[in-house]
Structures are given as C-alpha cells and as structure tokens.
C-alpha cells in the first residue's frame, strides 16, 4: 500500500508555522479524504486540517503542542486501494533507526536541528547529545519516538551542557513556547527566571492561543521599533448624535451602534487618504496596502482575538457596526475561522471599553500601526471663547513602526481622525 504524507498547510497570508493544539485522530484510525485530522493553531485561531486521502493513520510525526513550519510532515496515511495518488515518492530519511550511522549524505537532513518542545524537554530531562542522533521525522527530524527508544535501550549520547545539544536562537525559541518547572538552565541566552512557588500558588498550563500571543507579540517588540504618539479629540457632537440614535436603530436593526463604529470608519477614511499609513515593513522594501482591512481586537477571558473588517472604507458606520457585532459574537462562541483573521492591514483597539485613558499598544505584525481608542470621559475644557465647559473627550493613542512611518505624517493622519470626529453631526454624518 503506498504511503502519503500530511504536511502542515499554509492556513493565512504571512503564517509560516502552525502549532498542533489537538489531535482529532490516532494510529490505526480510518479516515475518508476531507476528514478533520487535527486542531491547529495560528496567528491567535484554530482551525482544523483535512485530510488529503482516504486510509489508514499509519503515524503521527508530530505530538500535540509541536510547533512545525509550514510544510512539514505532522502525519502519515497509509492509502486504500482506490485512494491511491497518481504519484508518490518514499522519503527513505523516514525510516532510519535512532542512533544508526546515516547510509548516505545524499539524504535530506534539512530539518535535523529544528528540535520541537517535547524533544528538546526530553533531551534535557535526560541529558541526550541530540547532535548525536539520527532523527527519522521528515528532513531528518529527530522525533519523541526516536528520544524514547534511546531512553527505553539505555543507549544514550550524553552532552556535558545544555548548549552542546541546541543553538542559542533555537534553545531561546523553544523556551519561549514551552511551560516548563522552575529549574536553572545553563546560559544567559535562556533567559530563564527561577520563579519559587509556595503553598497556595497555581500553575497555569499554557494554551495555544497564549502560546500564540506570547510569539506575536514577542516578534513584534524584537522586529518592530515601535514609536507612540497621542491626540486628544472633542466627541461631544458624536456622543449626541450616537445617543439619539442607538434605541431606535437597536430596535430597528438588532444589533447595537456603538461609538467603536464611528472611530473604525474615521480610522478608514483616514487611511483611504494617508495610505502610507497602510502599509508593512518587508525587509528591503515597504508594502502599502491597496484594501483598507481594518484588524479589531476582541477579548476573552483569558485570550485575545484579532479579527478583521475587509474593505472597511467602502462600508457605512452601520455596515461596520454590524460586522463588529458579528465578529465579536463569533469570538465569544468560539466560531470564528481563521479567514475571519486575515488580511488586516491595521488595527483599532478598543481599550476604552474598560475604562483605559492611554495605553500604548504593541503593534499587531507584520502592519505597521495600531490605534488604541481610549475610554470617552467627561472632562471641563477651555473653549475659544476662554470660557470652561465640560466636554466629551477621548485619547487616541498611536503605535508605529518607525522604519515605515515618522512623525511628521502620523501626526497628519490622527488630525485627519480628529476632524472627522469631531465635525459627525446630524446634518452631516449618515450611518446608512
């Protein structure tokens, strides 16, 4: 029977990993083509991938909580009779046995140092050389399997330190993702923190949406060079206006007009007009973005979500309004899908919506700004006339990636988010 591999899938622009969360299937299980095999996460969402045939699971390369870039192999099917693909070549590097000399150098060992969380937690556990083994994972990869028949033959390769088995980059990646007991790693490229635990305290496993927020927004404070600025608006006429309306379109239209909806379609007619502002650092270049894809930043309890409202400057303030109901309803039933995530070309957040006045937001990668929309509180100001009068005012606070924007036209984008803002009334502003 010929074998075919599953290999991580590419589930959104920009995602080059994915981290198995759930497995849905074992060994030995039979599965049609376009079954769920497992739950995977990325980019802060779950999503499930299918199988590519119709057979038998003949193994599992990859355990739960493994991180793969995309294209590795994360589990073999044994094919039926009728599910046979035109074509398939054997990867003999599959099927050397742990600790046996390589028969050539022609065979691919691309992935040999690429260690996952489970196998580098092994090696350390027990003290195992893993320059030393021969992975049979795809690319060479050393997999448990392979650490756990060494453990199981007491044939060991053992290593003096820890950073004898890993390279500081790697160790620091996979310490970054794994949970792991307050113990004192070796080297200051580890950046371990011996945290002491006493009668009482809990330990909080980590979840693959953490996990995920922890690498994103990690990547995003080491890669971006983030710079932040503030604007203060006066939301009086807004608040009015959104006042006299909210019962009866509540009534009207089912869902609620929050003031959110008016700061998303400011914010995108803003960058309809600075489109500088939409773009994305790509190394030796700068992307500006045609779609305005407006990212929005919907909390659980214990997780944060970031989905998306495409084309958000070709929608009216109730047709945002709308989509931010539903995408939020969505995150909270836990039915939001991972195309709901992509494309987002920059981000509003709504801080205010739990009472923050200023914060400064970690820019959501790979955009190059994200905009926190403070809570609108009741403030006296100065007016022109030198006279004192409470107003309804509210921070928007800015972060950018300096090496795509200055200050120069981010301040020019926020006042254009003031005027608008600032000028919605009656006469002027329809929702429809």
């Known amino acids: 029977m010929a074998i075919e591999q599953i290999k991580m899938p590419q589930l959104g622009e920009s995602v080059t990993e994915g981290t198995i969360s759930k497995w849905l299937v074992a060994v030995g299980d039979k599965v049609n083509k376009y079954d769920p095999l497992a739950e995977v996460m990325t980019d802060k969402v779950n999503a499930e991938v299918p199988s590519s045939f119709t057979g038998v699971i003949k193994e599992l390369i990859a355990e739960e909580g493994d991180t793969l870039t995309v294209g590795e192999v994360i589990c073999t099917i044994e094919l039926d009779a009728d599910g046979t693909t035109e074509s398939f070549a054997v990867d003999h590097s599959n099927t050397l046995p742990a600790g046996k000399e390589e028969p050539t150098t022609q065979l691919d060992q691309s992935n040999k140092a690429r260690y996952s969380p489970a196998v580098l937690k092994l090696s350390q556990e027990h003290g195992i050389d893993l320059t030393k083994v021969s992975g049979t994972g795809a690319g060479g990869r050393i997999t448990r399997k392979d650490l756990l028949k060494l453990i199981e033959s007491g044939q060991i390769p053992s290593a003096d330190t820890v950073e004898e088995t890993v390279s500081r980059p790697e160790m620091q990646e996979v310490l970054n993702t794994v949970p792991t007991q307050p113990t004192a790693v070796p080297g200051p490229a580890t950046q371990q923190v011996l945290v002491p635990t006493f009668a009482g305290d809990t330990e909080i496993p980590l979840t693959g949406v953490r996990k995920a927020i922890a690498s994103n927004m990690l990547r995003s404070k080491h890669e971006i060079p983030h710079a932040w600025t503030m604007i203060e608006v006066d939301v009086t006429n807004l608040v009015e206006y959104r006042n006299s309306l909210k019962d009866e379109f509540k009534k009207k239209e089912g869902f609620n007009l929050t003031f959110f909806a008016f700061f998303v379609k400011a914010v995108a007619q803003s960058l309809k007009e600075f489109p500088q502002i939409n773009s994305m650092w790509a190394g030796d270049k700068i992307i500006q973005k045609k779609d305005i894809n407006i990212s929005i930043a919907v909390a659980t309890e214990d997780a944060l979500y970031v989905p998306v409202i495409k084309n958000a400057d070709e929608k009216t303030i109730k047709g945002i309004a709308r989509e931010i109901s539903e995408l939020a309803i969505k995150v909270r039933t ?99």
């Open 334 to 432: 836990g039915k939001l899908k991972s195309e709901d995530m992509q494309g987002g070309t920059f981000t509003v957040n709504n801080t205010g919506s739990f009472g923050s006045v200023q914060s400064m937001g970690i820019i959501n990668y790979p955009q190059a700004a994200i905009l926190q929309v403070e809570s609108i509180v009741k403030r006296p100001v100065v007016m022109n006339n030198n006279m004192i009068a409470v107003r309804d005012m509210v921070n928007l606070c800015m972060s950018i990636d300096h090496r795509v924007l200055d200050g120069l036209i981010s301040g020019r984008f926020l006042q254009r988010v003031k005027e608008i803002l600032e000028n919605v009334s009656k006469s002027t502003t329809s929702i429809y």
